[in-house]
């Protein structure tokens, strides 16, 4: 069972400052053998501007995954959402509200907004392979989504904006080094018509303290965005809780207007792991 959530905050500097907001549950609803069946909900929410342009996006997940050798796994994912586009059209001031000598937000705007919203289904599927062994803290997970398969339309008016389909791809590795030591490395790829986004990084996680109930790690990490942003982060794990921080250096050619200022996020993720009980134990009584 895991909870997740996140809060991102981007360009605070600027007047198009953006705020995101996403959350998630999954559960392992069914298994047999070593076949497993989860679902979810999951969802995410922007705004951005003055006329608070807004993204909501919630939905469902299903997920199936089979335990193909002792240390690998494959899975195959589904998920249906429902997407809004919507805008605050009464905070919005156009030219024709210019009295001559001031702005006046009582004139009329002489703009015609047909709709203010635009709502539609979105269908998306992945598939990742894992891998974790035995006899050590090594692992890997690869992973291929396609998002938006369907081209939702969520236009202000019927026809107006499809979303293209949007492809990604990922990769985490852990390489333990020592009893107490990790080197982590981690990369991303995403495309959406002509927009794309290539990120890498790689980071150091040192084990704490071990044992039942006492699992405490650190990771420092740092991570490019070609041609937008470097990105140092800290993540610290304590039993079932993960913390983790980061803030986005800007490095692109909108650094003009942010002057290195991203944007900082902050996630949450919490895990319960049931331990199963073992058949060979006896109750010993105490004397």
């Not at 922007?46 to 690998?72: F, N, R, Y």
């Not at 992945?126 to 090594?138: E, F, H, K, T, V």
């Not at 949007?166 to 080094?177: I, K, S």
């Not at 150091?204 to 990105?231: E, P």
Request: with cysteine; proline share 4%.
């Amino acid at each position: 069972m895991r909870a997740a959530c996140l809060y991102r905050s981007q360009w605070q500097s600027v007047p198009v400052a953006y705020e995101t907001f996403s959350g998630s549950f999954d559960f392992t609803a069914a298994r047999s053998g070593s076949s497993t069946l989860r679902t979810g909900l999951q969802l995410q929410q922007d705004k951005a501007g003055d006329g608070g342009l807004e993204w909501l996006q919630a939905g469902l997940t299903v997920a199936i995954g089979q335990q193909i050798s002792a240390e690998h796994r494959l899975g195959a994912g589904f998920g249906l959402s429902v997407v809004q586009r919507r805008v605050e059209t009464g905070n919005l001031t156009f030219q024709n509200q210019w009295g001559g000598d001031s702005f006046d937000p009582s004139l009329p705007s002489k703009e015609s907004f047909p709709a203010a919203s635009g709502i539609s289904p979105s269908v998306s599927t992945g598939l990742c392979w894992q891998y974790s062994a035995d006899a050590s803290r090594n692992s890997a997970s690869i992973g291929a989504g396609l998002s938006h398969i369907n081209r939702p339309d969520i236009g202000f008016e019927a026809g107006g904006n499809r979303l293209p389909a949007r492809a990604d791809v990922y990769f985490h590795g852990v390489l333990q080094t020592s009893d107490m030591d990790d080197a982590v490395l981690f990369g991303a790829w995403q495309q959406m018509a002509s927009a794309r986004e290539i990120l890498i990084g790689a980071g150091y996680r040192r084990i704490l303290t071990t044992g039942t109930a006492n699992h405490t790690a650190v990771q420092l990490a740092l991570a490019g965005r070609i041609k937008d942003a470097l990105i140092p982060s800290i993540q610290v794990d304590r039993n079932n809780w993960t913390l983790g921080i980061s803030y986005d250096f800007n490095i692109s050619s909108f650094n003009n207007a942010t002057r290195g200022r991203g944007g900082m996020e902050i996630a949450l993720v919490w895990n319960r792991i049931p331990v199963p009980m073992l058949n060979n134990t006896r109750t010993c009584p105490v004397f």
